[in-house]
């Protein structure tokens, strides 16, 4: 069985060790966000590439859920000594190395794709993982600017906003101010990487982990082509809710969910997505009541439990994920 993930980091690659675990035999290739990428001390730090990587190699942080295992934080205690920041974004000693080497090899030449296939080869995930493009996509968000005077004009009174790097909202400011609009830069103009369309084409199911729906899949949605390609290939496409109660499971994507008028709610995020593109969805047990209110939009529903507790508890759920699409193919 050839599966497509679209994944974020944490969720997505928690999402993924229980996949591997549910379906060894599968061929599964990863289309991971690369809209959270930043660039800091002049390297390449890709968040979400590295977490799919660390998690399915071994590597991971398991409590943080990000980051390196057994990590220390010299080189960053020194560039703060220097007085050189950004100190709110911790990059890890044994982290700077994967930056220093993705950098260094852009640097030579070579697309972000061909980086991660060579530094894929130290970790062994187990799954193809591609960067959703080479291209470069940072995703912003719009917020109130509280240093700026008031708008004039027809905006008289309102304070002044901008964009800001959708890490810092995340990680500095916590998503503690609202979001007025997330804006994946560079989108409209980037084209799949190399085995993107292709793995698409190719599979025989699609599945959008409990990741964040807006700046994780939603990101990898924007690049032009791969909705469609999606939409188009005549496969099952099973969405699994990031939303449990009302709330997200982890994170704050409800901020983001606001920020694009969606509601925090798992039927809400259904329709987000759409019949268009989604054809099987799975909520949460103690969202049982929204089944027939997805199930109203055109898409397949059904309840079960939804929390990554550990490794079997995720595979049951990447099973239930592929059982509904065995139904929709049916």
């Known amino acids: 069985m050839r599966i497509v993930v679209l994944a974020g980091g944490i969720g997505g690659a928690r999402f993924l ?27 390449k730090v890709c968040p979400d590439l590295d977490t799919v990587m660390y998690t ?8 943080q859920g990000w980051g390196r295992a057994d990590e220390s934080f010299a080189v960053k205690e020194e560039l703060a000594a220097y007085g050189v920041g950004p100190e709110w974004f911790g990059l890890g000693d044994r982290d700077f190395a994967t930056h220093i080497v993705r ?20 970790w062994q995930p187990g799954v193809r993982l591609l960067p959703m493009t080479d291209d470069r996509i940072e995703t912003h968000v719009l917020i109130d600017d509280p240093d700026a005077p008031a708008a004039e004009g027809a905006d008289e009174g309102r304070p002044a906003r901008k964009a800001v790097h959708f890490q810092e909202y995340w990680v500095r400011l916590r998503a503690s101010v609202p979001a007025h609009a997330v804006i994946p830069v560079g989108a409209e103009q980037a084209k799949p990487a190399p085995g993107v369309l292709e793995a698409i084409a190719a599979a025989d199911v699609v599945l959008f982990p409990p990741s964040n729906p807006v700046v994780s899949v939603g990101t990898i949605l924007a690049v032009p082509g791969v909705r469609e390609a999606i939409a188009d290939a005549g496969v099952p496409v099973v969405g699994l809710s990031p939303i449990v109660g009302d709330a997200p499971v982890r ?8 920020a694009v008028g969606v509601e925090s709610t798992a039927a809400a995020v259904a329709r987000h997505y759409g019949s268009g593109l989604l054809d099987g969805w799975l909520v949460d047990t103690v969202d049982a009541a929204a089944v027939g209110e997805v199930e109203a939009a055109g898409i397949r529903c059904r309840a079960v439990p939804l929390m990554m507790t550990d490794v079997e508890a995720t595979a049951r759920m990447a099973t239930e994920a592929l059982k509904l699409a065995e139904e929709v193919r049916a």
């Open 103 to 122: 950098t260094q090899m852009i640097g030579a030449g070579y697309p972000l794709s061909a980086v991660t296939e060579a530094l894929c080869a130290r």
């Open 251 to 258: 994170g704050m994507a409800d901020k983001v969910l606001a």
């Open 17 to 43: 060790r229980g996949l591997k675990s549910a379906a060894p035999d599968a061929d599964i290739t990863v289309i991971g966000n690369t809209g959270d990428d930043i660039h800091l001390f002049g390297l």
């Open 56 to 63: 399915l190699g071994g590597g991971i942080h398991e409590d």
